[in-house]
C-alpha cells in the first residue's frame, strides 16, 4: 500500500456532465500528478500540481481542471463529459527534489455514458 | 515530447523461468526509468526503478538494465512466480516532470 488514497472508486455520469475525483497524497509527498489510464493502454500524463499550482500539463484540453490544497491533496475537475472520458483516473503522490518516485493511488473508475 | 515503446505486448513463460521486457526511449535527456507493475482493478506499483547515471540495479529477482547510447531499457524478472502475473508498465520523464509511459506487457507465468 502506498497511502494514497482516491475517492470515488467507482462513478458513472452522462455525457455532458460535470464530475470531480478526489485524491490524498502520501504523508510528507508534497506534489500530485494526475493520469488518464484507457482500458488496455498506459497511462497518460494529465498535469502535475506543486504548492498548489499546476506545474506541467499534458494533451488535454481545458475542461480537464484541478486544483492542490494546503495539506497537499488534490481535485480533478472535467467538465462536459464525453463518451472517450471514460477511464481510470489515477493520482500519484510525490516528493519534488532529485528524487522522483511516484507512488500511484488506486485509481478512480469513470464511466461516461 | 518523449515517446516511449515496449516490447512484447504479451509474454507467457513457465514457472521458474525468466522474463525480459524492453523498452526504448526517444528524448535524450529522460533522465529518470521506473517500472511498474499493476494487477486487475489496481493502481500500478513502483517496483523498480533506475537513474542515468547507473547501469544496473538489482532487487531480489528484479533488474534493470539502461543502455544511454541506445537509448533502451530492460526489466529482468528471474525465477518467475504465478505472482508476478501482471501488466508492467515502462516509463521515462526528465527530472520532476511528468513520466510517459509504454503500452504494457502482459506477463503470465504459467504453474
Known amino acids: 500500500e502506498t497511502g494514497v488514497t482516491q475517492s470515488p472508486t467507482h462513478l458513472i455520469k452522462t455525457r455532458g456532465q460535470q464530475v470531480t475525483l478526489r485524491c490524498s497524497s502520501q504523508?510528507?509527498?508534497?506534489?500530485v500528478s494526475w493520469y488518464q489510464q484507457a482500458l488496455g493502454q498506459g497511462p497518460q500524463f494529465i498535469f502535475q500540481?506543486?504548492?498548489?499550482?499546476?506545474?506541467g500539463r499534458g494533451n488535454f484540453p481545458p475542461r480537464f481542471s484541478g486544483l492542490q490544497f494546503p495539506n497537499y491533496s488534490s481535485e480533478l475537475n472535467v467538465n462536459a463529459l464525453e463518451l472517450d472520458d471514460s477511464a481510470l483516473y489515477l493520482c500519484?503522490?510525490?516528493?519534488?527534489?532529485?528524487?522522483?518516485?511516484?507512488?500511484f493511488g488506486p485509481g478512480t473508475r469513470l464511466t461516461v455514458l | 515530447g518523449e515517446n516511449v515503446e515496449q516490447h512484447p505486448s504479451t509474454l507467457s513463460v513457465q514457472e521458474g523461468d525468466s522474463a525480459v521486457i524492453k523498452c526504448t526511449y526517444s528524448?535524450?535527456?529522460?533522465?529518470?526509468f521506473p517500472w511498474y507493475k499493476q494487477e486487475l482493478g489496481k493502481g500500478p506499483q513502483l517496483i523498480i526503478d533506475?537513474?542515468?547515471?547507473?547501469g544496473e540495479k538489482k532487487d531480489q529477482r528484479i533488474a534493470v538494465t539502461l543502455n544511454k547510447t541506445a537509448k533502451h531499457f530492460s526489466l529482468h524478472i528471474t525465477e518467475t512466480q504465478p505472482e508476478d502475473s501482471a501488466v508492467y508498465f515502462c516509463?521515462?520523464?526528465?527530472?520532476?516532470?511528468?513520466?510517459?509511459f509504454g503500452s504494457g506487457t502482459r506477463l503470465q507465468v504459467q504453474p
Open positions: 516509463a521515462a520523464s526528465i527530472g520532476a516532470r511528468a513520466l510517459t
Open positions: 500519484a503522490s510525490s516528493f519534488r527534489g532529485e528524487n522522483n518516485e511516484q507512488f
Open positions: 528524448d535524450s535527456a529522460s533522465n529518470y
Open positions: 500540481y506543486y504548492r498548489e499550482e499546476e506545474n
Open positions: 504523508s510528507g509527498h508534497n506534489t
Open positions: 533506475i537513474r542515468s547515471n547507473v
